[in-house]
């Protein structure tokens, strides 16, 4: 019987496995720091990037504000805070390497609606580096895509997020699709930066802000209800996974800049969501 502690946000819940060899890795949610003592006041020892994990043995220790997670890095003990961390079985025979769980990318996380991941609807590389959260996001932003751009299954949608990559790529000189994710109302998620990069969608709030967009013109409709529920679903895992803050801020595109987005009748809906706030945002990066 093995027994490992399952991080949730730095709460710990014991899960047991009936078996001999289940190795646990603890995987970075967001870039975070490695240390050689568990407490802020030990030594730097590297950076552990978000999506890379490191073999943990199950030992923790409460060190000022955080509980720290033990693990071993190229043979040296390292600790690193929980907050930042998820642990899971380890995939493959480099645990140090990224650790996705489930397809290509680390964004389908315990608890996420169904993401099509970049390398499942094809998405094109890149043109440059982009930058990583610097720290854990404060807002949401719900976008539209706006007219002439609704879909209703993945085949569709999945041309839509093409179309939309190459636009911000090509034509406004974006180094990638400019949202962390969209939202077809055939009912999936599509990944665009992801949960950890620094998206291009809510001038002056990239840095702080996950933007979701959904795919349609919103004007004078709401989005259907597998769209709907698929947006609050990413925002829920965004809190339960420590990729949004629980003192989120969420908002409309035009709370923040001179445009109609997300469309009039979606911007009514969303001030009847929890944490929606009007006016201008109170944090800017």
């Given at each position: 019987?093995f027994v490992?502690?399952a991080?949730?946000l730095?709460?710990?819940?014991?899960?047991?496995?009936?078996?001999?060899?289940?190795?646990?890795c603890?995987?970075a949610?967001?870039?975070?720091h490695l240390r050689?003592?568990?407490g802020?006041?030990y030594d730097i020892?590297?950076?552990?990037?978000?999506?890379?994990c490191?073999?943990?043995?199950?030992?923790?220790?409460v060190?000022?504000?955080?509980t720290?997670?033990?693990?071993t890095?190229?043979g040296?003990?390292v600790?690193?805070?929980?907050?930042w961390?998820?642990?899971?079985?380890?995939?493959?025979?480099?645990?140090?390497?990224?650790?996705?769980g489930?397809?290509?990318?680390g964004?389908?996380?315990?608890?996420?609606?169904?993401?099509?991941?970049r390398s499942?609807?094809g998405?094109?590389?890149?043109?440059?580096?982009?930058?990583?959260?610097?720290?854990?996001?404060?807002?949401?932003f719900?976008?539209h895509?706006g007219?002439?751009?609704?879909?209703f299954?993945?085949h569709?949608?999945t041309?839509?997020v093409k179309i939309f990559q190459?636009?911000?790529?090509?034509t406004?000189?974006y180094?990638d699709?400019?949202?962390?994710f969209v939202?077809g109302?055939d009912g999936n998620?599509?990944?665009?930066?992801g949960w950890?990069r620094v998206?291009?969608?809510t001038?002056?709030?990239?840095?702080?802000?996950?933007?979701i967009c959904?795919?349609g013109?919103f004007?004078?409709?709401?989005?259907n209800?597998?769209?709907?529920t698929t947006?609050?679903q990413l925002?829920?895992?965004?809190l339960?996974n420590?990729?949004?803050s629980?003192s989120y801020?969420?908002?409309?595109h035009?709370d923040?800049?001179s445009t109609a987005?997300?469309?009039t009748h979606?911007?009514n809906?969303i001030?009847?969501w929890?944490?929606?706030?009007?006016?201008t945002a109170?944090?800017?990066?």
């Amino acid at each position: 019987m093995f027994v490992f502690l399952a991080i949730h946000l730095g709460v710990f819940l014991a899960v047991t496995y009936h078996g001999t060899e289940a190795s646990q890795c603890a995987c970075a949610t967001l870039n975070v720091h490695l240390r050689n003592g568990p407490g802020t006041g030990y030594d730097i020892t590297r950076l552990l990037v978000a999506t890379h994990c490191l073999p943990y043995d199950g030992r923790q220790q409460v060190g000022g504000s955080y509980t720290w997670l033990h693990m071993t890095d190229s043979g040296q003990s390292v600790w690193a805070a929980s907050d930042w961390l998820h642990v899971q079985e380890c995939a493959g025979s480099s645990p140090s390497q990224p650790q996705t769980g489930h397809g290509s990318s680390g964004v389908q996380l315990h608890g996420c609606p169904h993401i099509v991941s970049r390398s499942e609807w094809g998405a094109r590389a890149p043109k440059g580096s982009l930058h990583y959260m610097p720290h854990t996001p404060v807002y949401v932003f719900i976008h539209h895509s706006g007219a002439g751009s609704e879909c209703f299954d993945q085949h569709s949608c999945t041309n839509k997020v093409k179309i939309f990559q190459n636009y911000h790529m090509d034509t406004l000189g974006y180094s990638d699709i400019e949202y962390n994710f969209v939202v077809g109302e055939d009912g999936n998620a599509y990944e665009g930066r992801g949960w950890t990069r620094v998206g291009a969608h809510t001038k002056g709030y990239n840095s702080n802000g996950i933007a979701i967009c959904v795919v349609g013109d919103f004007t004078n409709k709401v989005p259907n209800n597998l769209a709907l529920t698929t947006v609050r679903q990413l925002i829920q895992c965004g809190l339960d996974n420590g990729h949004i803050s629980h003192s989120y801020t969420l908002k409309g595109h035009r709370d923040v800049g001179s445009t109609a987005c997300p469309g009039t009748h979606f911007y009514n809906l969303i001030q009847s969501w929890s944490h929606y706030v009007s006016g201008t945002a109170l944090y800017h990066a």
